[in-house]
């Protein structure tokens, strides 16, 4: 049996209620629907990594609903690093130019107020990347000049981290 003890704060219109019973959470979040106190109006962010549209980058937007109003700022990770922050909530795209083409690198934009605090906790990540697009070129010659017949070339590559 389900117990509910209530008590009417007429001049606040607020109730203290003690719950000694889970199921009575349901019941509490339809009467604050019912009642206006529940906010229905989620915030989410919704966004995009280009994938293989641009050469030489990764674009990534985003859009807002659900605010009243947008984020002030938007962070910017890719594959669970910071690589930008922008400061303007009139700016909705990013453009990371030093993605490494070839490599699928996923996306996350975080929405932040003028305080720093996180608005949205909803997932908004996507998977983005830029095509390869290295070339190699060059001459086989002697040490005399003259080019040589039948030469077969190998290349190998690695990406550098930096380190």
Known sequence: MMKLKSIKNRAMNKFNIKIEDCR?????VIIMF???NLNVNAQSMNMDASEGEYPDKVKITW???GFSTNPSSVEIKRDGEQIGFVNNNVILYY???DAIPGIIHEYATIPH???GVVLASSDTSDYGFVFP???ISGTVSSPYGAGVEGVIVEAEGWVSDGN
Do not use: A, Q, R
């Not at 009575?24 to 509490?28: C, E, P, R």
């Open 24 to 28: 009575i959470v349901t019941l509490l």
């Open 133 to 135: 697009n290295g070339s």
């Open 34 to 36: 019912m009642c206006g």
């Open 95 to 97: 453009d990371d130019n």
């Open 113 to 115: 107020n003028e305080y």
């Open 63 to 65: 859009s807002f609903s």
